[in-house]
T-cell receptor
């Protein structure tokens, strides 16, 4: 079954801890993205990667880090430097035979900082 | 500053009434624009692209460069249209999109 898988769905973290969100895709897409979704603010781009071993900061990269060692995987680490990490995080991918502008999204991961 | 604006957080219409979800952008040049939709308990997905000038599920969107708008329209709303709608211009290389804040459409019986 092709698609994007995010894990975990729900995650709780204590202040001061780093946490890593997983994003895996089997669509053979070159590009992958991380967005943060907050009520009333829509989706904001954190990081994106257009090819393996390369990634760029989005609009709100501070306090986050990523890696792209494999085409299928684009994990996001929320570090203790992120001032307001409680949010819903969405991963997406694009490429292959998909139409221009078509992103395929995962189901999301909800992070709550206690 | 380049931005995309969806002025309505919530739009409530009756079934059978016309729907117009507003989107205004301030990007220079000729951006490519898209509408995405998220139905309850489903993933965010592409609804339509302005360059294809298509009608999807009865929805159309015309790019008005003079007014810098890309409003989403449907002549007769259906209950299944209730969802969150996002306007998204392409703002960088590849498929880098910037999403608006979204409009929640509620179609009432």
């Amino acid at each position: 079954d092709g698609g994007i898988t995010q894990s975990p769905k729900y995650l709780f973290r204590k202040e001061g801890q780093n946490v890593t969100l997983s994003c895996e895709q089997n669509l053979n897409h070159d590009a992958m993205y991380w967005y943060r979704q907050d009520p009333g603010q829509g989706l904001r781009l954190i990081y994106y990667s257009q090819i393996v071993n390369d990634f760029q900061k989005g609009d709100i990269a501070e306090g986050y880090s990523v890696s792209r060692e494999k085409k299928e995987s684009f994990p996001l680490t929320v570090t203790s430097a992120q001032k307001n990490p409680t949010a819903f995080y969405l991963c997406a991918s694009s490429g292959g035979t998909a139409a221009t502008g078509e992103l395929f999204f995962g189901e999301g991961s909800r992070l709550t900082v206690l | 500053a380049q931005r995309v604006t969806q002025p309505e957080k919530l739009l409530s219409v009756f079934k059978g009434a016309p729907v117009e979800l507003k989107c205004n952008y301030s990007y220079s040049g000729s951006p490519e624009l898209f509408w995405y939709v998220q139905y309850s308990r489903q993933r965010l997905q592409l609804l339509l692209r302005h360059i294809s000038r298509e009608s999807i599920k009865g929805f159309t969107a015309d790019l008005n460069k003079g007014e810098t708008s890309f409003h989403l329209k449907k002549p007769f709303a259906q209950e299944e249209d209730s969802a969150m709608y996002y306007c998204a211009p392409k703002t960088g290389g590849g498929n880098k999109l910037t999403f608006g804040t979204g409009t929640q459409l509620k179609v009432e019986l």
